[in-house]
């Protein structure tokens, strides 16, 4: 059995240290005897997100979220839509999660249309959001991933952060953006 | 002559020499105030000097040390501006320093790195004859914002000095890429293709894709990173032919390079004083520098062999058997570079690594990610052990773990005298890599147990 995680837009979406959740999710898969390998989906690549159990998706200039906008409304973007309607488990760093919501409006009202697999916008504001910050992951009823349910006996495997209430500590590096959530459930509270 | 600058000028002086008198370094905090008082206070003492301006992600400091060597070893009448105070109240309190009360600098030339981001604000102030671009290179994402909002910086602190002449990196196509839109005139430094071994398409780079048209790169050869011949197969946008060029390495020591130099058609042999690929940049670039200073470029080329690292660039101190070198990591560009420049060692050796969160190290200490730190595990044999310290030393710990780093080679010292003690019990070399804000704090404590100068010296 192995687990199968797809790294999307390795090439452009890169920005600050993203790809060391692949580092560790590879590692700690390792150190616990679970086969896992990594597909990397860079531009021009729009397979099939179907064999996948986990896509990772990170963070990006402005820059590479223009370079990329093409290559998603090639193929990548019904994927997309389509995984996460099949409750294939996405990990999203800042533009990664913003290009799966509707669209994305600058502070100064210039507005980019995205894939619209998650219901939510973003609204850029001047002023940056940087730091340190610690949230509690909510808890309650949790939609139940496949991921989750081939799993769930090896739970003590986890990360920490997937358990309900535990705490998390991570940092915050946003534009100013404002996450617009719609029907979609905010993963916990800031405290 | 205006009243107002030569109050701010006083209270400069008087307040740097106020903190030199209680030990506290005063290499900015003087500038800053003085500013507040008279605004425009860096173009009044700036004025009449010759200025050479070095900007850039990595390697600034090494390249400002480079080209003042030569400017000492010509006997000229300059000063430069050390110890990390590159911003705007640290630039202007060097120049009130080297000025008289009516503002006239004592100096013929200046020699001044300049932050890139600050960069804004100093330029139209100190209008340079020369400015360096060094490269452009992801870097403390929270402090600077993307690297092409750096790039956007830089351009826009150019714009009003278009008289200044630009030394660019031909090798990295955001550097080179200033020259697009900028109206000043331009040589290219850079290293040609043949010269090292080409290496494949990293896994991060700053520059994938065409700054002008977003199509991806294609390259003839990769030096490290971004840099090396990049060519846009969409609108054309490729490497500039190098003025200065690098046209041949012929050897790379773990102290010195020793290469061949092409300047404007004329072959000379080189040997640089420090090691690794990136420092063979800097030299290039600093020779460009000097040369269109007007002090010829024999003069950089003479001053490679003997200049002084300094403050934590491959500084050297006598601690322990084997010694120890400081190499400053700020971001994974230099990181990388400073990593593969271990694996190349051929000798057992010691690590240290002091990771900080300040302000001037970066916060955000994500960056450590995208260094390459895996390379360390091709080290088995030859690294004997890693101390991490620093405030943020757990997660560099992690960071090496994940890397691939068995747990028992890792160990974490908070205190820096325990650190150092231990430093001083070593046979083996040791390499320390510390952050901006643990160097100057860890390099207090060394000097304070085995000598050296004082950050402002």
Known sequence: MELKICHMYPDVLNLYGDRGNVICMLKRLEWRGIEASVTKLPIGDSRSLAGFDLVFIGGGQDFEQQVLLSDLHRGKDREIKAAVE???????????????????????????????????????????????YKFQQRRGRQRRRPLQKRFRHLQPWAPAAQEPGALRFDFKDRSGAEIRLGRAAPPGRQL | MNLKAIIAIIICKLLRAFSRLVHRGGTAMPGRIALKLCPELLSIVSRGVKTVAITGTNGKTTSSRMVEQAFLEQGKSYFANRSGANLISGITTEFVMNSSLTGKCRKEYAVIECDEAAARRVFPQLRPQVVVVTNLFRDQLDRYGEVTHTLENIRAALEPIPQARLCLNADCSLTSSLALELKNPVVYFGIEKGAAPSRPKPE????????????????????????????????????????????????????????IMDIRGEKHMVTVNLPAMYNIYNAIGAVAAVSQMGLGAQAAISALGDFQCGFGRMERFPLGKGGARMMLVKNPAGCSQVIEFLENLREKFMLVVCLNDRSADGTDISWIWDADFEGLTKLSGYLEKIVVSGDRASDMALRIKYAGVAPEYIETEHDYEKLVEWMEGQEKPIFIMPTYTAMLELREVVISHCGGSEFWE
């Open chain 1, 86 to 132: 099949d409750g294939v488990t996405f990990l999203t760093i800042c533009g990664g999660y913003q290009m799966l919501g509707s669209y994305y409006e600058t502070f100064d009202g210039k507005r980019c249309d995205f894939i619209g697999a998650l219901d939510l916008y973003t609204k850029g504001s001047v002023k940056r959001m940087i730091g340190n």
């Open chain 2, 204 to 259: 991060i780079s700053d520059a994938t894709h065409c700054i002008r048209c977003k199509a991806e790169y294609e390259y003839d050869y990769i030096s490290y990173g971004h840099l090396g011949g990049f060519r846009c197969p969409r609108c054309g946008y490729s490497r500039h032919k190098a003025d200065y060029a690098v046209t041949e390495i012929l050897s790379q020591g773990a102290d010195s390079s020793s290469l």
